[in-house]
């Protein structure tokens, strides 16, 4: 009924449910099995042809824009080629001339500058091959991680240098400097933006989804109990799934998975509840 993950053979007891009639199950979460895109989800936002000259989407051009991927949309803006979404790139800087942009020469089809400035140390692009992904899990779960840390290390470094705009009342995100003007957003006071998102500058988690997770220590103990939630640490769904099948707990993650807590024992639950 909500958006909680959990990895794991069995749910956990952990009654944080605010979904629809939550109420009545004193917030037990009801679960079923999880997709892919419940693992690592990532945002949509509008594709920019011209980031420079039209940085902003207005509200008629909602549905005749393309989505996508905000992280694919931000490696767009830094350089990458894809047929599917192109996009104006410029050798030169344009300047803004009584509000009308102005490109000073015209050779504005390719731009190696700004590519060769965001080239950095990104590793390279390689991916798991098919014949990869039959061999050991374990192995399987290392590389899905390290992908995982080159996607998101690669990112933030990426946003360093190009801005991406998040709303600040709901998931809503957009790479390019202004945030666009569609006027869809439904959260908080949206009556007096007039359905304007209240755009600020958003973190690496608005574009890869994170779904923390409870993080289970015990693959083969029983559920996680809702008394102990204290004891218990959080992880991105990814990086619990990942350890859950052999991969070695990535020390960025170490604190917030609280391994240092020790949890009391089945017979002591009683006695700190
Ligand atoms: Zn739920
Ligand atoms: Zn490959
Ligand atoms: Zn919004």
């Not at 993950?5 to 009639?21: A, D, F, K, L, N």
């Not at 995982?148 to 690669?154: D, L, P, R, S, Y």
């Not at 707990?249 to 917030?256: A, G, K, N, Q, V």
């Amino acid at each position: 009924f909500c958006s909680e993950v959990h990895v794991g053979h069995v749910g956990h007891e952990i009654r944080t449910c605010t979904g629809p009639r939550s109420g009545l199950r004193n917030a037990m979460h009801v679960w079923t099995n999880g997709k892919v895109v419940d693992v690592v989800g990532f945002p949509l936002c509008f594709h920019l042809d011209d980031r420079a000259k039209k940085p902003r989407v207005v509200h008629d051009e909602r549905s005749t824009v393309k989505r996508l991927p905000a992280i694919v949309e931000l490696c767009i803006q830094a350089g990458l080629d894809l047929p599917k979404y192109p996009t104006m790139r410029r050798t030169r800087p344009v300047h803004s001339i009584e509000g009308r942009i102005v490109e000073f020469d015209d050779d504005s089809a390719s731009n190696n500058d700004i590519r060769d400035e965001v080239s950095m140390d990104l590793p390279g692009s390689e991916c798991l091959d098919s014949e990869e992904l039959t061999g050991d899990i374990t192995e399987l779960s290392i590389k899905i991680l390290e992908s995982w840390f080159i996607m998101k290390n690669g990112a933030e470094e990426l946003m360093k240098k190009f801005s991406v705009q998040t709303c600040g009342y709901c998931p809503e995100v957009q790479v390019g400097p202004k945030g666009h003007k569609v006027r869809m957003c439904k959260a908080a006071k949206h009556q007096f933006r007039d359905g304007l998102h209240a755009w600020q500058e958003a973190t690496i988690e608005d574009i890869i989804g994170m779904n923390y997770v409870w993080h289970v220590r015990d693959r083969d103990g029983p559920a996680l109990r809702n008394e102990l939630k204290r004891y218990y640490g959080k992880a991105p769904a990814v990086v619990e799934l990942c350890v859950q099948a052999g991969a070695p707990i990535p020390d960025e993650f170490r604190s917030m998975m609280r391994l240092d807590v020790v949890s009391p024992d089945r017979d002591e639950v009683d006695l700190v509840a």
